[in-house]
């Protein structure tokens, strides 16, 4: 059984960081990608960052380049991201997410090619 469990969540004041970290167990082999998303109330959930794991390549969308950064620790089973110069409008639940199968790189941030998902850490971000 795929099992993928977020921390690192709370709350912060604007221009301040947090890290995130997403330990994953089960997998028979690694995911081709995994990936962080995010949902604030009302909104649709949106991708944030992947990271491509057999070379580490890495893609974020516009609002986060430049501030957050995604990592991972394969000999720990472990998904990170990095998140600096929070915003107000970095506040919501976030997410990790894997898919074992391939994804156009152009779709990378597509929440509908992830099928193995954590239960979400908080974040929100105070001006």
């Known amino acids: 059984q795929v099992l993928m469990v977020e921390s690192g969540g709370g709350s912060v004041q604007a221009g301040g960081s947090l890290r995130l970290s997403c330990t994953y167990s089960?997998?028979?082999?690694?995911?081709?990608?995994m990936g962080w998303f995010r949902q604030a109330p009302g909104k649709e959930r949106e991708g944030v960052a992947a990271?491509?794991?057999?070379?580490?390549?890495?893609f974020y969308t516009g609002s986060v380049k430049g501030r957050f950064t995604i990592s991972q620790d394969n000999a720990e089973n472990t998904l990170y991201l990095q998140m600096n110069s929070l915003k107000p409008e970095d506040s919501a639940m976030y997410y990790c997410?894997?898919?074992?199968?391939?994804?156009?790189?152009?779709?990378?941030?597509?929440?509908?090619?992830?099928?193995?998902w954590g239960q979400g850490t908080q974040v929100t971000v105070s001006s």
């Open positions: 990271i491509y794991t057999s070379s580490g390549s890495t």
């Open positions: 997410a894997a898919v074992r199968n391939y994804v156009p790189p152009s779709r990378v941030l597509d929440k509908s090619y992830y099928n193995y």
């Open positions: 089960g997998y028979i082999s690694r995911p081709v990608y």
